[in-house]
Each structure stands twice: as structure tokens, then as C-alpha cells.
């Protein structure tokens, strides 16, 4: 099977995290999150007994309790961060500008089309790596294929764990069982705009090791 390299690589690097270039007024159809989840649910994984789930919040009202929730954790989480910034460092203004990104995200939250939430069965509950690192292992690849799935056809989601530390108060809202973990959830809509430039990102020779931690030559 041949497979259009720069089509691959303009999908993986043009899935950016989407907030404030979220189309609010746009309905997700429901066929297109199904396509997506089909897709997503083919990731490699390490067990093929089918233990991942999408959740799919689109009801005003579960999402406005989910909105209220979220706004709970996530205010004094940007402020206690923003707190802690060198007003004097030159990346604060930027820092600054990803916070109001976060923080206006937050307060439009009800008015996002569609709330999906990535589930496993199962809970980790030891601190030791090798359990979560075996758990997560499995539902983050069929999560990241999902957003890369939406990306395809014009939408677009953002990669949220805040909302994990309400995690029982949306049990309760969604009706989650106390042996399901909530992964993460993503707001997904449609892009406004058609992005064909990838992030101004670039891989330091520092994050690259070759046999050995610290050794970076090529």
C-alpha cells in the first residue's frame, strides 16, 4: 500500500490544539464522530479484547454541568500559574497569551458542539510505572487517532486531563461506572479556518539521544 508521505505529514503536523478557532455555531454530526471512533478503535494496542469507549456529551444541559466543572478546576489553576510568572522573562508574554487561550476556552465551554470523553476499563491505582504505563498505553494511541481521524475531515479537538480531577462529579452526570477511567476529553468542533502551516516547533539536538542519555551526535 502506498501512502502519500507529504499528505501524512501535512495531517500529523497541522493537528493543532483547537480553541478559540472553533466554529461554536456548527453542529458535529453524530455520522462523523461514529467514522472517527471506527477508525480511531483500529490503534495499535496491546490487548485486543475491546476496552477503550468514546463518550459523546452533546445534551445543553450535561454540558453546562460539565462547563461549571470545568470552570471549578481550571480558574485557579491558570491563576495559580500566573502567579508564578518572571514578569521580567521574555516568554511570559507569551505564556500569558496561552493562558487567555485556556482561559477563554473555559469560558465558552457549554457552547462547544461536542464533549467526547476517551474511557477504559479498569482503574490504576498503584503508583508503580509499569501498571499506568500499560493501562494508558492502550487508550492514549486510539485517543490521538481519533483527533487525527477528526483533523482529516475539517474539525478539529484539544487533549484535556484538567477536567480528570472532577473525575467523580462527571461520573455522576454521565452515569460512568466507578470502574471506567476517564482518559481525557477533548472538545471537538470545526475549524474556522484551513490550516496548512504546522506549529513553529523544532526538534533540539538536546531531545535526541543515541544509545545513551546525553549523547546527541548523529
Not at 505529514?9 to 455555531?25: G, I, N, S, V
Not at 484538567?162 to 476529553?185: F, N, S, Y
Request: hydrophobic residues 45%; negative net charge.
Amino acid at each position: 500500500m502506498d501512502i502519500d508521505i507529504s499528505q501524512a505529514d501535512q495531517l500529523l503536523t497541522t493537528a493543532r490544539a483547537l480553541r478559540e478557532d472553533m466554529d461554536l455555531l456548527r453542529p458535529v454530526p453524530r455520522s462523523v464522530i461514529v467514522e472517527c471512533a471506527k477508525i480511531a478503535i483500529q490503534a495499535p494496542a496491546g490487548t485486543p479484547l475491546p476496552t477503550e469507549h468514546f463518550l459523546i456529551v452533546e445534551e445543553a444541559g450535561k454540558k453546562q454541568l460539565i462547563a461549571n466543572l470545568y470552570r471549578e478546576a481550571c480558574y485557579p489553576f491558570l491563576d495559580k500559574l500566573d502567579s508564578q510568572l518572571d514578569d521580567n522573562d521574555p516568554q511570559t508574554v507569551e505564556t500569558r497569551k496561552k493562558f487567555q487561550s485556556l482561559r477563554w476556552q473555559a469560558d465558552i465551554f457549554e457552547q462547544i458542539p461536542a464533549l467526547v470523553f476517551a474511557l477504559k476499563n479498569g482503574r490504576v491505582e498503584s503508583t508503580e510505572t509499569f501498571p499506568q504505563a500499560s493501562f494508558y498505553g492502550s487508550i492514549m494511541p486510539v485517543a490521538w487517532s481519533f483527533i487525527l481521524a477528526l483533523r482529516a475531515r475539517g474539525l478539529g479537538a484539544c487533549w484535556m486531563s484538567l477536567l480528570i480531577t472532577k473525575e467523580r462529579q462527571v461520573a455522576e452526570i454521565l452515569g460512568i461506572p466507578g470502574d471506567v477511567t476517564q482518559a481525557a476529553m477533548f472538545p471537538v468542533g470545526y475549524y474556522k479556518t484551513n490550516l496548512q502551516s504546522s506549529a513553529v516547533r523544532a526538534l533540539a539536538l538536546e531531545q535526541l539521544h543515541w544509545d545513551t542519555w546525553g549523547t546527541h551526535d548523529q
